[in-house]
């Protein structure tokens, strides 16, 4: 009996939800109904026709098309839309427009707003402050509406992020100020511009106040988003790249605008989207800038002004929208476009160059130990054009493990990835095989300077089968003297080679095909170390996230051949001890 009354409360239970589920999702479809009703009101044909004209600057024969704007000249001019009869299922455009809304646009807004089939489906629209990239935004959007009119119902809804709720409410503004009245109706509780042609366009602000809550996008169904500051979304792209499914003949239009910003994340995930193309060739994202100095509707005497009150590295920031670093960057000579690029393919010259130290030494790599971290490098030499230079292809950083952990995990880089300290059948070391050389910061003697190691880390590598010596150690063979390097010669030494002088470039890190960088650690380092108040570099703490360790191991790497760039001749140095 209880058995028989419990089967027949879960099939009340059951009938119940399903019933709940039904009238919630019928009172869902009659709001937006009422919604539509109320927006569509007694006009059955609403007006969604843009005429959008293209217009250079001319100062001498332009008119003031925008009062308070410098004259204009018409370049071209394009037409959009027409009229929608919003009682017809499906909605549809039924005639030609009758009375247009006019927007003004630049040459370089131009094709971003049309976003014709000649475009990649992902726009990165990199610009500077006031270059006009929110309003050519806002016009992108109204098209992107105009050309869902009639489309399925799973296909009517356009995403629009912001990071925060201020940058959501730019979208608003920009949005409510060119779009004519009778086409939306605003509904704070969605978050949602309800249009009359049936389509949704819905803010949303990706920013979320802890890691527990879950991303603000997911859920939706989009058939193109908007995005504004990119640089500041990026922990939400591939939930808003999900949000596409069902976009019309799978083409998710993007528009994401983008401005300068001192993040190593940032510029790789931009290089990398930019590299990326389809499985037929085509570009998935395309990049295009909107220079503010270029821009027809701002007074040339603005930028003019811009000029003298900023400084060269704000203007060229926030005016030309260019990567610089930081102000007091101690790599400065970076530079990401000419410093990351991929390895050759042939001109491998490793064994002969550290033929001094070993046979069969197809690897150099510098280590800078340390209580905390860790760090090691791996490079490879190249000859080019007669010339050596040297490509940074692997890095290894470990927080808080042993010597001996930190060791184990590099040979198994070693083995695994560069067919280097391989071991043979019996399981020991080969001993004819290639192998890995390892500089490292000099120990003292006696252990008794903490900024320096003892012998016990050349202890456990040596163990461990790898070959390893100081960073500089002079003398004949078995009266070697260990000799510690001046901090600033060695990053001389390092900026030097990233760009000399005379802008020759000797030391690269490799990337993959879409400019992901194969040390990521050492790229970070590169563009965000400064050096302190007192013009000192690498006087941080050592603590979790120190990046201060791949640049100073590779800088052990490369110093005993390479600090003629540091002003000491190598031509005069002793005789070194054989590894």
């Known amino acids: 009996m209880i058995r028989w009354t419990a089967i027949a409360v879960a099939v009340v239970a059951v009938a119940t939800w399903r019933l709940m589920a039904s009238n919630l999702a019928w009172a869902e479809r009659r709001l937006e109904k009422e919604q539509l009703a109320e927006l569509r009101g007694s006009d059955r044909f609403v007006d969604f026709g843009v005429v959008l004209r293209v217009v250079r600057q ?23 839309g027409g009229m929608v009869d919003t009682k017809a299922r499906p909605i549809r455009l039924c005639g030609p427009s009758r ?15 049309v976003h014709d089939a000649t475009m990649p489906d992902r726009l990165l629209v990199y610009g500077s402050e006031g270059a006009g990239k929110t309003a050519a935004q806002s016009m992108w959007a109204a098209l992107r509406v105009i ?17 925060t709720n201020d940058r959501a409410e730019r979208i608003f503004e920009a949005i409510t100020d060119r779009w004519p009245r009778s086409w939306w109706r605003w509904v704070e509780r969605d978050r949602c511009f309800y249009l009359t042609n049936g389509v949704r366009v819905r803010l949303v602000s990706t920013h979320r106040q802890s890691k527990a809550e879950g991303s603000r996008v997911q859920g939706f169904n989009w058939s193109a988003c908007g995005s504004d500051e990119m640089q500041d979304q990026l922990e939400v792209d591939a939930d808003i790249e999900m949000r596409g499914r069902s976009a019309p003949h799978g083409r998710y239009k993007r528009f994401a605008t983008a401005t300068a910003k001192d993040s190593p994340d940032w510029r790789t995930w931009r290089d990398g989207a930019i590299a990326a193309s389809d499985p037929n060739g085509k570009p998935l994202w395309g990049r295009f800038d909107l220079i503010g100095p270029r821009s027809p509707f701002v007074w040339p005497r603005v930028w003019l002004q811009r000029k003298e009150t900023l400084s060269p590295r704000e203007y ?33 010259v490793s064994e002969s160059v ?21 760090s090691t490098v791996l490079l490879k030499p190249y000859q080019i054009a007669g010339k050596r230079r040297w490509w940074v292809v692997d890095e290894l950083v470990t927080e808080g493990l042993t010597v001996e952990a930190h060791v184990k995990k590099l040979l198994a880089l070693l083995r695994d990835k560069w067919e280097s300290n391989l071991l043979d059948r019996y399981g020991r070391p080969q001993s004819d095989g290639y192998e890995a050389f390892f500089r490292a910061d000099p120990y003292t003697d006696n252990g008794s300077d903490a900024k320096h190691p003892d012998k016990s880390v050349y202890r456990t590598f040596r163990a461990h089968g790898i070959k390893i010596m100081p960073a ?3 003398g004949g063979v078995g009266v070697a003297k260990v000799q510690q390097i001046p901090r600033v010669a060695r990053i001389n ?34 563009e965000t170390l400064e050096v302190d108040a007192a013009g000192n570099a690498e006087t941080d703490r050592k603590g979790e996230g120190d990046l201060t360790g791949p640049p100073v191991a590779v800088g052990y790497a490369l110093w005993m051949l390479e600090r003629s760039y540091a002003g000491i001749d190598n031509k005069k140095k002793p005789t070194e001890v054989r590894a």
């Open 99 to 113: 009375n247009p809304v006019v927007w003004f646009c630049s040459e370089d807004q131009e094709p971003l707003i």
């Open 493 to 526: 030494m390092v900026k030097t080679l990233l760009c000399a002088e005379s802008g020759e470039r000797r030391l690269f890190v490799d990337c993959d095909e879409n400019r992901k960088p194969c040390a990521p650690r050492l790229v970070a380092a590169f």
């Open 147 to 163: 050309e869902l009119t009639g489309a399925a119902p799973s296909a009517r809804e356009i995403g629009m992020t912001a990071p």
């Open 472 to 474: 500089e150690m002079r």
């Open 58 to 80: 001319d100062i001498e024969h332009g008119e003031e098309l925008i009062p308070g704007a410098p004259p204009l000249v018409v370049l071209r001019t394009h037409r959009f």
């Open 316 to 348: 060229q920031r926030r005016v030309l929208a260019q990567d610089v670093g930081p102000e007091k960057q101690v790599y400065s000579t970076w530079d990401r476009d000419q410093n990351l690029r991929p390895r050759p393919i042939g001109g491998d």
């Open 354 to 374: 550290l033929a001094p130290w070993g046979n069969q030494l197809v690897v150099l790599g510098g280590h800078d130990p340390g209580l905390r971290n860790q």
